[in-house]
């Protein structure tokens, strides 16, 4: 029964056993995951990007507490190669939010980070950085406040986890810049570019003296750069810079003042000035970031200059560069500058100016230095033409060069010329009384041994020598105005009077000639007096109070022709601290007819010599402020002599001068000195009242007239009334054509007496 089964059983084969489960080998799970990984990581690097531009812009709101607010054109991310792109960036102030922080807007066009080492950043090691590139920077900002941080170093401000960062380069490229520093002052750029190599952000960096601000080379360039500061405008054309060469050029500089130039004085200093070009070399910029200056060479070329002179004088140039420790330079050079100063009487001005000083450094020991002058071992200058007024606006002093050296001590100024700046009559009637209307030309004048360190230091003039060459003096006065109520200036003692001491071994005068024009009250014709080939030294020129030789007396000595026809030897000895002005002059004038004196005599006295001939006079005399008292000896022959009249406008005999004439010289005038070849020569008595109102040669005048006139045999008291000045009017006469005073019934009245 068994065996017969059906037949669809008898054919199934019999069920193998089962297999057991498949599994991935550990290379697929690893695939597996890296595939997961990378879906999950380019899931992450989508979101990152944007991520990123929300967090920066939520960032600047809340450190800023809502004053700015930021905005991300495009951000790109690549951290594979380190890389982060920033583009269209705009920071914008959101006014309606109060703050201590300024208004500004910021637009930066493009920020590049490359080659950022992730990896050190996760181990909080130092972070390399390949390049650090910001362009197309535009800044509009006023003023930010002071910073608690400011003075903290930047590498101190990195996360804690960042022990520092080391960047290859770091460019900004094309920045625009206006900012306002306060309502007045504001800075304005048009382009500038900035580079830096090897920044070093971490302690090591700082700590580094051959780093400039952490890094190892500079370099910047700035066009249209504009300033507003001080009371002045600024403007830069161009400058660069660059550590590597250690060289600053700044090109096209000018400083506008606010306020227009002009000759008054003001508050502080104006300054306007032109400058085509500055170039600084070997320029220490890792010092510079350290508060010291140390730099080679500073060249300014074709400078032109005016300076406003300020009511108080600044302070010293080390206390205004004392926020720098140290200020050192080897070199200044100043090439074809103009300068001129207003505000001042004087009214200096130069032109075609160089200067060089040497190893210059400016701080407090170098100022009080006595081997430097103006911080400086030693200081080289030459001008072309200047010119300074003196006793302003009645003189200008001009020359045509000048050069001096410190370090040699010497001082050479060429083709000098004081003249008046108005006519005579101009200035008698500003000043009111007499003037002396001079004109002094000098070929050369040089010194020798001039210490400049002294004058400085000491505001002492003291030389070895100094060499008057070849002066030509033009003197005029004229009579017909009052004298002068103040006393005269020039007088020996009033040298110790003057703003600074002198201390001068010897002055030589060389070939000098000396003319001298006066009209006398009563005269229509002036006198005219000429001293011509002078020669003369003045040994211990010395007004230093305490000082040993300034209690000897100066000495002295010229030669000189008389009217061209008498030569005069004279030594005059003059202490000048004395405070009664007592000093002794001894002297002769050779053989020359008396007519040379005609042309004094007879306008200013009234007198005229018919004949007469000077063989020998010898004189000695001592001054002091009373008056002037010494003996002429005066050795003559054949003396005539004529009184004139000066009525009608000329000086002529008439009736009445004639016998006076006759009368004086059979009576009075001794025609003879001495009258026998065996008598002995009548000597003549020097006596003289001084007149402290007129210079000390008319006293020197005064005590020869009367000498002389005491030896032609007029009578002590006569010849001393004779000497003396003649009276001058004692209000300012009517003024005619032309500006010259004109003759009138009260001045002829007061003349007459």
């Given at each position: 029964m068994f065996d017969s089964a059906p037949v669809f059983l008898k054919n199934t084969p019999a069920p193998r056993p089962a297999e057991p489960r498949r599994r991935w080998a550990w290379w697929q799970w690893l695939g597996l995951i890296l595939v997961v990984l990378a879906v999950l990581v380019g899931i992450l690097l989508l979101a990152l990007d944007p991520w990123l531009r929300r967090k920066a812009e939520q960032e600047v709101a809340a450190r800023t507490h809502g004053r700015y607010q930021l905005h991300i054109n495009t951000l790109h991310t690549n951290l594979w190669h380190g890389v982060l792109d920033v583009q269209g960036i705009r920071l914008r102030t959101r006014t309606a939010v109060a703050s201590k922080l300024p208004v500004l807007t910021l637009d930066v066009g493009r920020v590049r980070v490359a080659g950022v080492g992730l990896w050190q950043l996760l181990r909080r090691q130092q972070v390399p950085i390949d390049s650090l590139l910001i362009s197309a920077v535009r800044l509009n900002s006023g003023a930010w406040p002071a910073s608690e941080q400011a003075a903290a170093s930047m590498h101190t401000r990195l996360p804690t986890r960042v022990p520092g960062l080391r960047l290859g380069y770091l460019g900004l490229q094309r920045v625009q810049l206006a900012y306002q520093i306060s309502q007045q002052d504001s800075i304005h750029l048009k382009r500038g570019d900035f580079s830096a190599r090897d920044i070093l952000l971490s302690r090591a960096g700082?700590?580094?003296?051959?780093?400039?601000?952490?890094?190892?080379?500079?370099?910047?360039?700035?066009?249209?750069?504009?300033?507003?500061?001080?009371?002045?405008?600024?403007?830069?054309?161009?400058?660069?810079?660059?550590?590597?060469?250690?060289?600053?050029?700044?090109?096209?500089?000018r400083i506008i003042p606010l306020q227009p130039i002009s000759n008054q004085q003001s508050r502080t200093a104006r300054i306007a000035l032109q400058l085509p070009q500055l170039v600084l070399t070997g320029l220490q910029a890792a010092q510079l970031a350290r508060q010291q200056f140390q730099a080679d060479t500073l060249r300014l070329m074709r400078p032109e200059v005016v300076v406003v002179a300020p009511r108080v004088s600044p302070a010293p140039l080390h206390q205004l560069l004392s926020a720098l420790t140290r200020v050192s330079l080897q070199s200044l050079v100043v090439a074809g500058a103009k300068v001129q100063v207003k505000g001042l009487a004087t009214a200096p001005q130069a032109k075609n100016v160089s200067l060089q000083g040497k190893a210059i450094r400016v701080d407090a020991a170098s100022a009080r230095n006595p081997a430097r002058v103006l911080y400086a071992r030693s200081w080289q200058l030459s001008t072309g033409p200047g010119s300074v007024a003196i006793d302003a606006p009645y003189y200008k002093l001009?020359?045509?060069?000048?050069?001096?050296?410190?370090?040699?001590?010497?001082?050479?100024?060429?083709?000098?010329?004081?003249?008046?700046?108005?006519?005579?009559?101009?200035?008698?009637?500003?000043?009111?009384?007499?003037?002396?209307?001079?004109?002094?030309?000098?070929?050369?004048?040089?010194?020798?041994?001039?210490?400049?360190?002294?004058?400085?230091?000491?505001?002492?003039?003291?030389?070895?020598?100094?060499?008057?060459?070849?002066?030509?003096?033009?003197?005029?006065?004229?009579?017909?105005?009052?004298?002068?109520?103040?006393?005269?200036?020039?007088?020996?003692?009033?040298?110790?009077?003057?703003?600074?001491?002198?201390?001068?071994?010897?002055?030589?005068?060389?070939?000098?000639?000396?003319?001298?024009?006066?009209?006398?009250?009563?005269?229509?014709?002036?006198?005219?007096?000429?001293?011509?080939?002078?020669?003369?030294?003045?040994?211990?020129?010395?007004?230093?109070?305490?000082?040993?030789?300034?209690?000897?007396?100066?000495?002295?000595?010229?030669?000189?022709?008389?009217?061209?026809?008498?030569?005069?030897?004279?030594?005059?000895?003059?202490?000048?601290?004395?405070?009664?002005?007592?000093?002794?002059?001894?002297?002769?004038?050779?053989?020359?007819?008396?007519?040379?004196?005609?042309?004094?005599?007879?306008?200013?006295?009234?007198?005229?010599?018919?004949?007469?001939?000077?063989?020998?006079?010898?004189?000695?005399?001592?001054?002091?402020?009373?008056?002037?008292?010494?003996?002429?000896?005066?050795?003559?022959?054949?003396?005539?002599?004529?009184?004139?009249?000066?009525?009608?406008?000329?000086?002529?005999?008439?009736?009445?001068?004639?016998?006076?004439?006759?009368?004086?010289?059979?009576?009075?005038?001794?025609?003879?000195?001495?009258?026998?070849?065996?008598?002995?020569?009548?000597?003549?008595?020097?006596?003289?009242?001084?007149?402290?109102?007129?210079?000390?040669?008319?006293?020197?005048?005064?005590?020869?007239?009367?000498?002389?006139?005491?030896?032609?045999?007029?009578?002590?008291?006569?010849?001393?009334?004779?000497?003396?000045?003649?009276?001058?009017?004692?209000?300012?006469?009517?003024?005619?054509?032309?500006?010259?005073?004109?003759?009138?019934?009260?001045?002829?009245?007061?003349?007459?007496?």
């Open positions: 700082a700590a580094d003296t051959q780093r400039i601000g952490y890094a190892a080379q500079l370099a910047l360039q700035l066009v249209g750069l504009q300033a507003r500061a001080a009371g002045h405008r600024v403007q830069v054309a161009h400058t660069r810079f660059t550590s590597q060469t250690q060289q600053l050029q700044v090109d096209s500089v001009t020359y045509q060069g000048l050069t001096l050296n410190t370090a040699q001590q010497q001082l050479t100024i060429t083709r000098t010329k004081l003249a008046p700046t108005m006519p005579l009559a101009a200035m008698a009637r500003r000043k009111g009384h007499q003037v002396s209307h001079i004109t002094v030309q000098v070929p050369v004048v040089r010194a020798s041994g001039l210490n400049f360190a002294a004058l400085q230091h000491q505001g002492v003039v003291r030389a070895r020598k100094l060499v008057v060459q070849n002066p030509l003096l033009h003197l005029a006065g004229d009579g017909r105005y009052p004298i002068s109520q103040k006393p005269s200036l020039v007088t020996p003692e009033k040298l110790k009077e003057l703003p600074f001491p002198l201390d001068i071994r010897l002055l030589q005068l060389q070939k000098g000639n000396l003319f001298f024009v006066y009209r006398a009250l009563r005269s229509p014709q002036p006198s005219r007096t000429s001293v011509t080939q002078l020669n003369g030294t003045i040994r211990n020129l010395n007004t230093v109070a305490g000082s040993g030789r300034a209690a000897q007396p100066a000495v002295v000595q010229a030669s000189a022709w008389f009217q061209r026809r008498s030569f005069v030897r004279a030594t005059a000895y003059v202490p000048l601290l004395q405070p009664n002005g007592r000093h002794r002059i001894v002297g002769t004038f050779g053989p020359a007819p008396f007519s040379i004196l005609n042309s004094i005599t007879e306008s200013s006295r009234s007198l005229k010599f018919s004949s007469g001939r000077v063989k020998q006079v010898d004189f000695a005399m001592v001054v002091d402020r009373q008056g002037v008292e010494g003996t002429m000896k005066a050795a003559y022959s054949d003396l005539k002599v004529a009184f004139l009249s000066l009525k009608g406008g000329e000086a002529h005999s008439t009736l009445v001068t004639k016998v006076g004439s006759k009368v004086a010289n059979a009576l009075v005038i001794r025609d003879n000195n001495p009258r026998q070849s065996n008598e002995a020569l009548k000597p003549g008595t020097i006596q003289s009242k001084r007149n402290l109102r007129m210079s000390v040669f008319a006293i020197w005048q005064q005590g020869l007239v009367s000498g002389m006139l005491n030896s032609m045999g007029v009578p002590d008291k006569l010849a001393k009334k004779m000497s003396e000045a003649t009276p001058a009017p004692k209000t300012m006469p009517a003024m005619g054509k032309g500006g010259q005073p004109v003759e009138s019934k009260r001045v002829s009245l007061e003349g007459s007496k």
